[in-house]
């Protein structure tokens, strides 16, 4: 993944990206719902931040925020009402994707900052 030079979104990403590797079959469900429950609690932590030091592209970063989660509790409902094949299509090839392009666009920009307010 990405480095940003940031310890505290690198180290997010890098939980991020441990919990989509580990993905398999036998407990999809328990792995998907850890990922929903990570990425949660990183994007709340983010706009704390955001709003603490008044980032100026914090509304912009949160509606991205909010798109992400509404996408992961959409293909989350899929595989916990029997349709994991969609939801496993989105893990294998869609959400590392969808990450990075979040990560160049938005989080490049809020780790530039926070290292600039002296954040690590």
Same mark, same amino acid.
């Given at each position: ?17 441990? !919990? *989509?590797?580990? =993905? ?20 709340? @932590? ?14 912009? @970063?949160?509606?991205? @925020? ?28 869609? !959400?590392?994707?969808? =990450? ?12 530039? =900052?926070?290292?600039?307010?002296? *954040?690590?």
């Amino acid at each position: 993944m990405l480095s940003l030079h940031c310890r505290l979104l690198d180290g997010y990403h890098d939980e991020f990206d441990a !919990i *989509v590797t580990s =993905f398999d079959d036998a407990s999809f469900l328990d792995s998907f719902l850890a990922l929903k429950k990570h990425t949660q609690a990183h994007f709340a @932590h983010e706009e704390a931040l955001m709003k603490q030091y008044n980032f100026q592209g914090w509304h912009e @970063h949160y509606e991205d @925020h909010q798109k992400i989660l509404a996408e992961l509790s959409y293909f989350y409902e899929m595989a916990e009402n029997g349709r994991q094949l969609f939801a496993k299509n989105y893990i294998k090839n869609g !959400i590392k994707e969808r =990450f990075d392009l979040h990560i160049r666009n938005l989080d490049s920009q809020l780790a530039l =900052f926070l290292n600039m307010q002296g *954040v690590e």
